[in-house]
């Protein structure tokens, strides 16, 4: 059973376009993240939510629109797609909102390649 | 948001070596340390956490510099299948909610 789980797993699309990415986590999580690795292989936070509110929205451009129906589930909608954005994308969950002294667990990624 | 600087490497390490590397952090606020392991293609996994004493889990060893503001990783005996990328991450607020601040990784090779 996996624990945490994002579709797709890769997505091709063209500029401009609108899309998105679902995360869903099965460990009773209360926290859950999304992260952005470049090509450089940084790894740089985009946004946070715990039980549901959002807690950190770092500088990302309002194109990106995070939501989460529920503790279990926080989904990454990204309007007019340009090559910049490119990028592997990474849900994340932890424990509690202080789940940082357990660390995170990480989803497999959803590899997002603009032409 | 403060800054967690790495050596990207590559390390190219016979097997069987002790290898260490080190990350620095620049927020002496920060409050919980870890080690993460990310094979390529693939999603991070937590190595291990640091405490403040250091700890230990089989061949690694993980040690916490407050002074010094850095966090270290041994691997000893290493072996082929450590070969990898080590991300130190660390968290400001010690909230898990305000997120890790990753470094760049560390390049690992273990060579036969």
């Known amino acids: 059973d996996t624990a945490v789980s994002q579709t797709p797993k890769y997505l091709v699309t063209q500029m401009g376009n609108d899309k998105s990415i679902k995360c869903e986590q099965n460990?009773?999580?209360?926290?859950m993240y999304w992260y952005k690795q470049d090509s450089k292989k940084f790894l740089k936070i985009m946004f946070s939510y715990n039980n549901k509110e959002l807690i950190i929205n770092e500088t990302v451009p309002n194109r990106f629109s995070p939501k989460s129906p529920d503790k279990a589930h926080l989904n990454l909608h990204i309007n007019s797609l340009e090559l910049g954005d490119s990028a592997v994308y990474f849900c994340?969950?932890?424990?509690?909102?202080?789940?940082?002294?357990?660390?995170?667990?990480f989803g497999s990624g959803t590899r997002l390649t603009v032409v | 948001r403060k800054e967690v600087e790495q050596d990207p490497g590559p390390f190219n390490v016979p097997e069987g070596a002790t290898v260490a590397f080190n990350c620095t952090y620049s927020?002496?606020?920060?409050?919980?340390f870890f080690w993460y392991r990310q094979d390529c293609r693939k999603e991070p996994k937590l190595l291990m956490s640091v405490y403040s004493s250091g700890n230990e889990d089989g061949r690694f060893t993980a040690q916490l510099n407050r002074a010094s503001q850095y966090i270290s990783l041994l691997i000893r005996d290493s072996k082929l299948s450590d070969s990898a990328t080590y991300l130190c991450?660390?968290?400001?607020?010690?909230?898990?909610?305000?997120?890790?601040?990753f470094g760049k990784g560390t390049h690992l090779i273990i060579q036969p």
């Open positions: 994340a969950s932890s424990q509690d909102r202080f789940g940082a002294n357990y660390g995170y667990t």
């Open positions: 460990l009773g999580h209360d926290t």
């Open positions: 991450a660390e968290s400001y607020s010690g909230g898990g909610a305000d997120g890790l601040t």
């Open positions: 927020n002496s606020a920060s409050q919980s």
